[in-house]
């Protein structure tokens, strides 16, 4: 006969164990990633790419499900107010994690309190890039030519305060270029007014530019990547032609709301990990212009420290420039 003192222990003992069981047996219903552009981006793309490999590697459903808006603004607010249970996660980039909140005094979110970085994806460096008429071969070549006319170069973008904008603005302050800002609606839409000689530069990612730069439509000058780019190896960096430490990029990755428990950070973080090591991942991320994440930039702890450094650089870059959102 069991007493009432040893069924009010097994009770308590019950009640112990069961957020026990539920946490090792994470994740035990389908994921939901948010990818907070239209479908079609690179964000869309990788968030694609990984689906099927994290499914593999979790062993549950994921979804993909797209919430444009407001740069990015509108679906990085839905992961940071949704429940820290790693079932709701958000393919973060510059836009949302690094650009808005440098430029816009007030968002939804706090991109440096809201979430919990789990691992870099790829990045897709950004590059220099001139008319293939044009006599430039060289940064040095573009910064002389921009400074014999001040302003009369213009660098297309993919628009106000996007990554390529900072990126651009950087490398004027770095180099001493004087090139006027050309803003468009997303880097493609730039490409036809480029091909069509209306605007002479381009300041655009590299996977935008590797397809012009192969069908003899542009000429990349110089990439912003710490290395020379396994797609274009002939193309020189940015750093080999004076430009001390200039690195600039687009990147994507995994990110959590901020509460979500370190034994479910873990288990994504393994899973990241071993996705972007992969072979197959890894050239399909060359293919697209961009490099597969590695060493620290995998971890949860890299990527934070990254995007710390990242929205630092620019906050520095949109103050020194006079950024502001139209």
């Not at 006969?1 to 219903?29: E, H, K, N, Y």
């Not at 107010?81 to 510059?94: A, E, M």
């Not at 992969?278 to 994440?293: I, S, T, V, Y």
């Amino acid at each position: 006969m069991i007493s009432r003192r040893m069924a009010i222990a097994a009770a308590a003992g019950a009640s112990l164990a069961g957020p026990a069981r539920a946490q090792t047996a994470w994740p035990d219903r389908p994921l939901r990633v948010i990818v907070p552009f239209a479908a079609g981006g690179n964000a869309d793309t990788i968030a694609r790419i990984l689906q099927p490999r994290l499914q593999d590697r979790l062993g549950q459903p994921v979804v993909v499900e797209n919430r444009p808006g407001a740069g990015g603004s509108l679906g990085a607010e839905t992961v940071a107010r949704s429940r820290p249970d790693g079932y709701t996660l958000l393919i973060g980039s510059n836009g949302p994690l690094s650009v808005n909140p440098a430029v816009q005094a007030r968002l939804p979110y706090d991109a440096e309190r809201d979430f919990a970085p789990v691992a870099m994806a790829m990045q897709v460096p950004h590059c220099l890039m001139v008319q293939s008429a044009a006599p430039w071969r060289s940064v040095a070549d573009v910064v002389a030519a921009s400074r014999a006319r001040p302003d009369a170069l213009g660098a297309g973008t993919a628009g106000v305060a996007s990554a390529t904008h900072l990126s651009l603005e950087a490398f004027k302050a770095a180099s001493g270029a004087q090139i006027l800002h050309v803003p468009y609606r997303g880097g493609g839409a730039a490409v036809p007014d480029f091909v069509a000689g209306n605007v002479p530069l381009l300041f655009t990612e590299f996977s935008t530019a590797l397809p012009l730069h192969r069908d003899g439509k542009g000429r990349i000058v110089a990439v912003a990547s710490a290395a020379r780019l396994a797609a274009l190896r002939e193309v020189p960096t940015m750093i080999e032609q004076g430009i001390a430490g200039f690195t600039a990029a687009s990147y994507v990755g995994l990110v959590a709301p901020a509460g979500t428990p370190a034994e479910v950070l873990q288990k994504l973080g393994a899973a990241m990990a071993a996705i972007v090591a992969d072979p197959d991942f890894r050239a399909r991320m060359e293919a697209m212009g961009g490099e597969a994440a590695a060493g620290p930039l995998a971890t949860p702890e890299g990527f934070a420290a990254f995007i710390r450094e990242d929205l630092a650089r620019s906050r520095s870059v949109v103050r020194t420039a006079g950024i502001t959102m139209q």
